[in-house]
């Protein structure tokens, strides 16, 4: 999605702008329902209520934050924002392949030899 956020920040025509949304818009369905079931299955059941409440909470605060700190940027240049937000994206990207054996157990750090 950073490289979605990437090439609308240089967009031409309102056709590429729109598909470029459409492509976003797929990207996050697909990353919402991850988010969740990761987070269900890092946490234990008795835990399950609060974190999706929490994980429910995220999404409208942000909706809330965003007049105050992009609509700043987007008055300097209307492609600021986009520029930032895929910035963020790619810093988001690699502390999570950096920190995946710390949160998901999915990489194995002791390898195994065959005797």
């Not at 950073?2 to 240089?10: E, K």
């Amino acid at each position: 999605m950073s490289l979605v956020f990437y090439l609308l920040s240089n967009v031409n025509q309102i056709f590429s702008f729109y598909i470029l949304l459409a492509v976003y818009g797929f990207g996050g369905g697909l990353a919402r329902p991850g988010n969740v079931s990761i987070l269900s299955l890092s946490i234990n059941k008795n835990e399950q209520g609060s974190a999706s409440g929490l994980m429910g909470t995220v999404f409208p605060l942000g909706h809330l934050l965003t007049p105050f700190s992009i609509m700043p940027l987007y008055m300097l240049n209307p492609s600021y924002p986009y520029l930032l937000i895929s910035i963020m994206g790619l810093f988001l990207v690699l502390y999570m392949f950096y920190n995946q054996k710390l949160f998901f157990n999915f990489i194995k750090t002791e390898v195994k030899e065959d005797v």
